[in-house]
């Protein structure tokens, strides 16, 4: 089992900045490939980016692009998602995820998911 605990949430203005953080326990952090998620329209979750168990390998949902960061700290055991230039449209609970697999953007070979931390983005 990989316990998922995300933070760094909150309430934003539009074109702010935030980093949010999910830090991971029970099983070797470098053994999964992690990743965020956040519901869209019609979709209970939506592929935002992912990290290879490396780090070395990096995938983003082209709507965030140049946007957003994710990035991870094996020795920590953490994965971090920065996002820049917030849109209202951001708005949503974020998730973290891991998977078994080197590195996927297929939220269904996601085995762990978080309980989500809120971001919200006034315009």
Not at 89 to 116: F, K, M, N, R
Request: glycine share 10%; net charge positive.
């Amino acid at each position: 089992q990989v316990q998922l605990v995300e933070s760094g949430g909150g309430l934003v203005q539009a074109g702010g900045s935030l980093r949010l953080s999910c830090a991971a326990s029970g099983r070797p952090f470098n053994n999964y490939a992690m990743g965020w998620s956040r519901p869209a329209l019609g979709k209970e979750r939506d592929f935002v980016a992912a990290i290879s168990w490396s780090g070395n390998s990096t995938y983003y949902a082209d709507s965030v692009k140049g946007r957003f960061t994710i990035s991870r700290d094996n020795a920590k055991n953490t994965v971090y998602l920065q996002i820049n230039s917030l849109k209202p449209e951001d708005t949503a609970v974020y998730y973290c995820a891991a998977s078994p697999l080197a590195g996927t953007i297929y939220l269904d070979q996601y085995h762990y998911w978080g309980q989500g931390t809120q971001v919200t983005v006034s315009s």
